[in-house]
Nanobody, 129 residues
């Protein structure tokens, strides 16, 4: 069982930055594949960034086209933490952001929310124009 708790959301102006954090508890967390999703009102939940396993040692990051070059996903296994650094924020980045974890180690279906068994409660990010 994994529990996830996000923090770091808030209100910033266009062009600003935020760093979201996700604190995880539970055994074997370091072996999970991870994702940051977001959901804006009236829209479907979408993958923003994911960390999957490239091989038995290293992971690989993937990003939605809309955030490439602006967002960076990272993790610290020693602290059981996952981060999403968000720079050059735009009003269209406004959404509720969720941290999620799945047991599959592949990149396949990383964008499918139903593949993630564990979710945080979400943290609101609002970008003012």
């Amino acid at each position: 069982q994994v529990q996830l708790v996000e923090s770091g959301g808030g209100l910033v102006q266009t062009g600003g930055s935020l760093r979201l954090s996700c604190a995880a508890s539970g055994r074997f967390f370091s072996t999970y594949s991870l994702g940051w999703f977001r959901q804006a009102p009236g829209k479907e939940r979408e993958l923003v960034a994911a960390l999957s396993w490239k091989d038995s040692i290293s992971s690989v990051a993937d990003y939605a086209d809309s955030v490439k070059g602006r967002f960076t996903i990272s993790k610290d296994n020693t602290k059981n933490m996952v981060y999403l650094q968000m720079d050059s924020l735009k009003p269209e980045d406004t959404a509720l952001y969720y941290c999620a974890a799945r047991t599959s180690r592949s990149r396949t279906s990383m964008g499918d929310p139903s593949q993630y068994a564990y979710w945080g409660q979400g943290t609101q990010v609002t970008i003012s124009s």
